[in-house]
T-cell receptor
Framework: KQEVTQIPAALSVPEGENLVLNCSFTDSAIYNLQWFRQDPGKGLTSLLLIQSSQREQTSGRLNASLDKSSGRSTLYIAASQPGDSATYLCAVWNSGNTPLVFGKGTRLSVIA | GAGVSQTPSNKVTEKGKYVELRCDPISGHTALYWYRQSLGQGPEFLIYFQGTGAADDSGLPNDRFFAVRPEGSVSTLKIQRTERGDSAVYLC?????????????FGAGSRLTVL
């Protein structure tokens, strides 16, 4: 059974700092990996999707990498801003038609 | 619609009552998913539909939970004899196809509180 772990559970950084969020998964037979953002009381917003054949994806100040063989992904946020404060969730789609399996998330606070 | 709409946004009920939660997906999206998110946890898969049929209901915790999508668009998640442990945010998502290449669009969720 696929399990997704995110470290750290919570992170507080000063504005402007670059930071890395970590995600690991137990079964490397994935179809893709996705990073989501969740604001308090809101649904999930998709940030980046990395196909299993890809190594990384970039969107603005966000960069996500994928090392499928080691079961790891990182989300890099450059020049963090208070508006980046949210919970970041990692999810994997196993090969086949299995829906997304989520980690518990990393709660990020960026302090002005 | 422009996004995934879920109603009600908040529902407070008493233990033992019956509850229905509704999801209105993005027009044209054939795949629809239900997840449940407890406080401090990631979303947990419940069931997904491809068209009108439930393609995978392996995440439903027990037979008190049931979901339908009779016309292939709107879906209703039904919970019988609610228990306090059912309290959570129930999230619905839709996508164009049942494929990992498609990005899921989530609704804002329905927060269920069972007293």
């Amino acid at each position: 059974k696929q399990e997704v772990t995110q470290i750290p559970a919570a992170l507080s950084v000063p504005e402007g700092e670059n930071l890395v969020l970590n995600c690991s998964f137990t079964d490397s037979a994935i179809y893709n990996l996705q990073w989501f953002r969740q604001d308090p009381g809101k649904g999930l917003t998709s940030l980046l999707l990395i196909q299993s054949s890809q190594r990384e994806q970039t969107s603005g100040r966000l960069n996500a990498s994928l090392d499928k063989s080691s079961g790891r992904s990182t989300l890099y946020i450059a020049a963090s801003q208070p508006g980046d404060s949210a919970t970041y969730l990692c999810a994997v789609w196993n090969s086949g038609n299995t829906p997304l399996v989520f980690g518990k998330g990393t709660r990020l606070s960026v302090i002005a | 619609g422009a996004g995934v709409s879920q109603t009600p946004s908040n529902k407070v009920t008493e233990k033992g009552k019956y509850v229905e939660l509704r999801c209105d997906p993005i027009s044209g999206h054939t795949a629809l998913y239900w997840y449940r998110q407890s406080l401090g946890q990631g979303p947990e898969f419940l069931i997904y539909f491809q068209g009108t049929g439930a393609a995978d209901d392996s995440g439903l915790p027990n037979d008190r939970f049931f979901a339908v999508r009779p016309e292939g668009s709107v879906s209703t998640l039904k919970i019988q004899r609610t228990e306090r442990g059912d309290s959570a945010v129930y999230l619905c998502a839709s996508s164009l196809l049942i494929s990992g290449a498609n990005v899921l669009t989530f609704g804002a969720g329905s927060r269920l509180t069972v007293l």
